[in-house]
């Protein structure tokens, strides 16, 4: 069956960087795009970052834009966000997601606080 494991979120202050990681098992891995989305208290889950299937391409919402950066590593069967100059609005649950069409596989999230 589908898993996505996330990990490596925490507490960090303002500025700070994590490195979020998405392991996957179940699927072909190297097939398929990747995303990262997140949720903060009240608000609706939004896409962070999509990255293709070989890591050729990446996408961004604009809120992160140059501040954070998907990859991928098919060998490893993970997905990565890098979050760099991290902010307080920054603060949510992470969640990776694949799309086997029909459905969407999520995992079950990362908690990331940005807070002095």
């Known amino acids: 069956q589908v898993q996505l494991v996330e990990s490596g979120g925490g507490l960090v202050q303002p500025g700070g960087s994590l490195r979020l990681s998405c392991a996957a098992s179940g699927f072909t891995f190297s097939n398929y795009a990747m995303s990262w989305y997140r949720q903060a208290p009240g608000k609706e889950r939004e896409l962070v970052a999509i990255?293709?299937?070989?890591?050729?391409?990446?996408t961004y919402a604009d809120s992160v834009k140059g501040r954070f950066t998907i990859s991928r590593d098919n060998a490893k069967n993970t997905v990565y966000l890098q979050m760099s100059s991290l902010k307080p609005e920054d603060t949510a649950v992470y969640y990776c997601?694949?799309?086997?069409?029909?459905?969407?596989?999520w995992g079950q999230g990362t908690q990331v606080t940005v807070s002095s």
């Open positions: 997601k694949v799309r086997l069409w029909p459905s969407d596989y």
């Open positions: 990255i293709t299937s070989a890591g050729g391409t990446t």
